[in-house]
């Protein structure tokens, strides 16, 4: 009898020793880092067509008028000038109009201050067709808050949904346009810079 005692607590101490080396753990804790590259995303049109809207066309009265004539049908009197005609629906005086293009441009992307430098220069800064002319100058970009042929703007990381957009302005001086119909030539160049 005390020989199966002694074997049941030898098997007891065996299985508390054993349950125990099975028991054993060790841990540790690791330090997890993201090395994120510089990278920009551009979008834009490569061509925009502005379609003016013009009135329908119109006939002003301008009053009566006295002509004196001779037999030889010379006359002479007063005639229309430039500074006593009537306004027209359509009226420009030879002043630029500027034009705001909402929306033609997005950026995003990652740097390291988490903005993006705009710039916009005209390559070329004159639309003919064949004699008629309309010259481009005081070009802009725009992201709503500012505007300059140079901002800094926000990229948001790289989700499209985030992605920041913006305009761009121009003046456009008609007074050398003579003819309807498409006027062609002008260029921009924009340009999205990390910084």
């Known amino acids: 009898m005390t020989q199966i005692k002694n074997i049941i607590i030898a098997v007891a101490i065996l299985t508390g020793l ?23 995303v551009l979008h834009y ?20 008028d ?12 007063n005639g229309l000038d430039a500074q006593s005609l009537m306004s027209a ?10 034009v705001k293009l909402q929306n033609v441009w997005a950026v995003r992307g990652f740097s390291t ?5 705009i710039t916009i220069t005209a390559a070329n800064d004159t639309m003919s067709n064949g004699d008629s002319r309309i010259k481009v100058s005081n070009i802009k970009v725009s992201d709503g808050a500012q505007s300059g042929s140079s901002i800094t703007t926000k990229l ?3 989700a499209k949904d985030r992605a920041t957009t913006g305009g761009i302005e121009m ?16 260029q921009y160049t924009i340009t999205a810079t990390t910084i």
């Open 18 to 40: 054993s349950s125990q080396a099975l028991a054993a753990s060790a841990s540790g804790t690791t330090n997890v880092s993201v090395r994120v590259p510089e990278f920009i």
């Open 45 to 64: 049109f490569s061509a925009i067509t502005m379609n003016f809207d013009a009135p329908a066309a119109e006939s002003l009265n301008e009053g009566s």
């Open 66 to 77: 006295d002509v004196n004539a001779d037999w030889n049908g010379a006359t002479d009197g």
């Open 89 to 98: 629906s359509l009226e420009l005086d030879g002043t630029a109009t500027t």
């Open 113 to 117: 201050s988490g903005n993006a430098k």
């Open 156 to 158: 948001n990381g790289i």
């Open 171 to 186: 003046d456009l001086d008609f007074s050398n346009a003579t003819r309807a119909g498409s006027h062609t030539g002008a």
